[in-house]
């Protein structure tokens, strides 16, 4: 939260992050970082030499999660606790088309760390990292994973490096003064926790329902502003810590058979599929 007077006595501290004189709900900035992936109705391939997925021409689309993730902040600023909404993406100089998207859907302007490196988890954390203390958000919401690569890691590893509280799994988010209050689907049920902020929230699927962008909001997506950075200006080494070894396909599935009876079907459970006694 930067040098806000909201009527209520002297202005917090510059960016120090703190709200004690404040007693209504105010969020200054979010950022929600976003992934470009192979579209979900995509039948992903395998490469030839099992190296990866193989994307050439192939539809990419926004990551799931992350449509979620604008649209929460979006509703953030529509309901007056946000004033402005920052997209940011890491990738291929064509994850602008994502950025405008996100911009469509209501996102204020856009950021692309451009490499065309292969980023793996802990080197989009530390781009975001650097990128959160440029921009001095007061939440960051992701997705809880992409789709790609299902790792499920940048959001808590970014909650780490900036050593800021986070609630994974959102279902619902609510801000009040200088807090955020989330429910987090768990285990059998959902888990409710209240953070201070800064802090990081990763979305779930029940957060909320993605809008679609129309078409005036598309052609207004073009005007808004899209700066273009690389992770050697922001002092971030993003080489691969880890060796992928192998992609394969997963096992082809088998045909089924069909059965008379049920006394058929018992005896089969138990003699060919051995999962009765
Ligand atoms: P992952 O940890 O890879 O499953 O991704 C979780 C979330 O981190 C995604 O839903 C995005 O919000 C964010 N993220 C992952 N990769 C990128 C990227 N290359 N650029 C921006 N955000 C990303």
Redesign the pocket.
């Known amino acids: 939260m930067s040098s806000v007077d909201c009527g209520n006595g002297p202005a917090a501290g510059s960016k120090g992050y703190n709200y004690p004189h404040l007693s209504l709900p105010m969020i200054m900035k979010i950022l929600v970082?976003?992934?470009r992936v192979v579209d979900f109705n995509v039948k992903v391939r395998v490469k030839a030499d099992g190296s990866g997925v193989d994307t050439a021409n192939v539809k990419m689309s926004m990551?799931p999660?992350?449509e979620i993730?604008i649209e929460e902040a979006v509703r953030l600023k529509e309901k007056g606790t946000a004033t402005e909404v920052v997209a940011?993406?890491?990738?291929v100089a064509a994850c602008q088309e994502t950025l405008r998207t996100a911009l469509a859907l209501g996102a204020d302007r856009a950021i692309l760390v451009e490499t065309d490196a292969d980023?793996q988890?802990l080197a989009?954390a530390k781009l975001?990292q650097a990128i959160a203390q440029q921009e001095k958000p007061d939440l960051v919401i992701?997705?809880?994973?992409?789709i790609d690569?299902?790792?499920?890691?940048?959001?808590q590893m970014l909650a780490a490096l900036l050593d800021w509280p986070q609630a994974t799994f959102a279902s619902k988010v609510d801000i009040g003064s200088g807090v955020a209050t989330v429910k987090r689907e768990v285990d059998g049920g959902l888990e409710t926790i209240e953070m201070k902020l800064p802090a990081i929230v990763?979305t779930d699927l029940r957060l909320n329902e993605p809008r679609y962008a129309t078409l005036p909001n598309i052609m207004k997506a073009k005007k808004k502003p899209l700066a273009t950075t690389a992770p050697a200006a922001l002092g971030v080494d993003v080489a691969p810590r880890l060796t992928t070894l192998e992609v394969v396909e997963p096992p082809k599935r088998k045909g089924g058979g069909k059965v008379a009876d049920v006394k058929e079907l018992v005896a089969k459970l138990r003699t060919e599929a051995k999962v009765i006694p």
């Open positions: 970082p976003i992934k990551n999660f992350d993730a940011v993406t890491c990738g980023l988890p989009v975001l992701l997705g809880k994973q992409a690569d299902d790792a499920n890691q940048t959001g990763t």
